[in-house]
């Protein structure tokens, strides 16, 4: 995929804006992030979901991998997170019913 380059007009812009301090730079009408929703920020269009590493313990991961392939332990172990998530949704919609 080829990407355009800048027009001459644009690329001065960019280049005043790379060269501005930050202290002029005006924040004051963006929104605050939370470490939540950067924890679980996704880039649109970008194909794969993102990977978040996390500490599994050995008998889970050797469970999973005795129920599936070497190369799909990954993928059961997210059905099963996605699943339990599914179920504690649908109870907590239930209980707010």
């Known amino acids: 995929m080829?990407?355009?380059s800048p027009s001459s007009?644009?690329?001065a812009e960019l280049a005043r804006l790379a060269a501005m301090p930050d202290s002029?730079?005006?924040?004051?009408?963006?929104?605050?992030?939370?470490?939540?929703?950067?924890?679980?920020?996704?880039?649109?269009?970008?194909?794969?979901?993102?990977l978040w590493p996390v500490?599994?313990?050995?008998?889970l991961v050797q469970w999973?991998?005795?129920?599936?392939?070497a190369d799909s332990y990954?993928?059961?172990i997210n059905k099963a997170l996605r699943a339990y998530i599914a179920d504690a949704d649908a109870?907590?919609?239930?209980r707010r019913a």
């Open 24 to 50: 002029e730079i005006d924040t004051d009408d963006i929104p605050e992030v939370d470490l939540e929703r950067r924890l679980f920020a996704s880039r649109p269009n970008q194909g794969e979901p993102r």
């Open 64 to 69: 999973f991998l005795k129920q599936s392939s």
């Open 55 to 59: 500490g599994v313990e050995a008998d």
């Open 2 to 4: 080829s990407r355009k």
């Open 9 to 11: 007009g644009r690329e």
């Open 91 to 94: 109870k907590t919609r239930k």
């Open 74 to 76: 990954q993928s059961e």
